[in-house]
């Protein structure tokens, strides 16, 4: 019996890829070839997806030792393959380019958490900044007609005016910021100077079920659900009241696509427009759970306790602040919506209750 569903899921799934390659060939548009650098990552997964229902032949660059249990991209069905390289590492990055000859590259590599970077300044400034550097002067050497999506980052913001946009000053606040500023320069530098069609995508948080466990919204979300089943007796979090603007990263993905198909190439933010902050978003989340909380004390004091029992649910330690912190980030994203018609399509809400039922379908 398995052996006979085994065999029928083979067939159905062999004879969508056939429907789908022979339906581009037709299209007269000859396969794109992409390249992705941190493919193992949430947005690799996403971006993955997408670039193979187009149609794409998608390469992936990743590390020697990178996981990829959590994005599942052995599952995905299409034409996917994978090149070993390091953004450290330059040699690596132009055998790569030298080998796949894409005609996108959308470099999603980076160190990309921020409270890290602190601990890491020296490793993240180089792979989120000079190995940028590194990888567009591989492409500019060894496919100059290629174009480049860079993920910039809100945290260029740092604490400028919210809402954030294009016109927006850069104000880093972490080395994590810092290197991502040395790209985004670096790609303006390459496009306006060398010729490249290089954008910077300047993308506001975006999270799902796909979200590294680190992440606060995974944390909180994976905590409550610990909570819930009495394999863990507290949440500690850091800041209560940094705001962020959350969107669902399937829909920026397309926004990073979109971008790399214009007529003229442009740096975009990428943004819902509203912004929550960490509290509301703890709240929300143990209200779906069914489990509501309230607030009690100030500062590091502060606590989340469950309107059931009073037992205390939340609580903060100083571990987790961190040594400067960007407060308010909500993103307006009118000119993405003017120029490539992309606007975020997934609330938070409901961004919330696909994470929950993710992390619950992985503890049943
Ligand atoms: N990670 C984490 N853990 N953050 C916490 C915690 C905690 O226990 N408690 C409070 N926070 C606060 C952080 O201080 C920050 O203000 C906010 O929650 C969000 O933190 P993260 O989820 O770690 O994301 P981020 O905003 O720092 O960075 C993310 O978004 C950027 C775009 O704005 C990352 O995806 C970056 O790579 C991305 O560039």
Redesign the pocket.
């Known amino acids: 019996m398995i052996l006979y569903f085994a065999v029928v899921h083979w067939c159905v799934n062999t004879l969508e890829y056939k429907l789908r390659f022979l339906s581009v060939a037709f299209s007269g548009e000859w396969m794109k070839k992409a390249l992705i650098t941190g493919i193992t990552g949430q947005d690799g997964f996403y971006l993955t997806k997408l670039l193979l229902d187009k149609g794409y032949s998608v390469h992936g660059m990743r590390q020697a030792l990178a996981h990829d249990d959590r994005v599942h991209l052995q599952d995905m069905l299409g034409d996917i393959s994978f090149h070993y390289g390091d953004m450290s590492d330059e040699a690596s990055l132009q055998r790569v380019i030298a080998d796949v000859q894409p005609d996108e590259i959308y470099n999603l590599a ?1 160190q ?4 890290i970077s602190f601990s890491m300044p020296e490793y993240t400034k180089n792979v989120n900044g000079h190995g940028v550097e590194k990888l567009l002067r591989a492409v500019y050497e060894r496919a100059p007609k290629c174009r480049f999506y860079q993920a910039g ?3 260029l913001f740092g604490n400028a005016p919210a809402p954030q946009n294009e016109n927006s000053p850069f104000t880093p606040e972490s080395p ?1 910021a810092e290197g991502k500023l040395i790209a985004h320069n670096a790609v303006l530098n390459y496009r306006k100077a060398k010729g490249l069609y290089a954008v910077n995508g300047i ?3 975006h999270e799902s079920p796909k979200r590294g466990d ?4 995974q ?1 909180i979300v994976k905590g409550a659900i610990a909570l819930k089943q009495g394999r863990q007796t507290c949440l ?5 009241d ?1 705001q ?1 603007d959350w969107g669902h990263a399937a829909d920026y993905v397309e926004g990073m696509w979109l971008m790399l198909q214009q007529d003229t190439p442009r740096d975009y933010v990428l943004a819902s427009g509203v912004s929550c902050s ?1 509290r509301l978003f703890v709240e929300d989340v143990f209200a779906v759970l069914g489990m509501p909380i309230k607030w009690q004390g100030n500062g590091q004091e502060e606590q989340g306790i469950f309107l059931e029992n009073g037992a205390v649910a939340v609580n903060i330690s100083s571990a ?3 040594p400067s ?2 407060h308010v ?1 909500q993103g307006d994203a009118s000119l993405a919506k003017r120029d490539l018609g992309w606007s975020a399509q997934i609330s938070r809400q409901n961004l919330i209750n696909e994470m929950i039922a993710a992390a619950l379908g992985e503890h049943q």
């Open positions: 980076a990309s958490h921020v409270g980052t809100s945290e994590y993308l506001f948080n680190d992440f606060v919204t944390k500690t979090l850091g800041n209560l940094a962020r960490v987790f602040y961190r912190e960007v980030l």
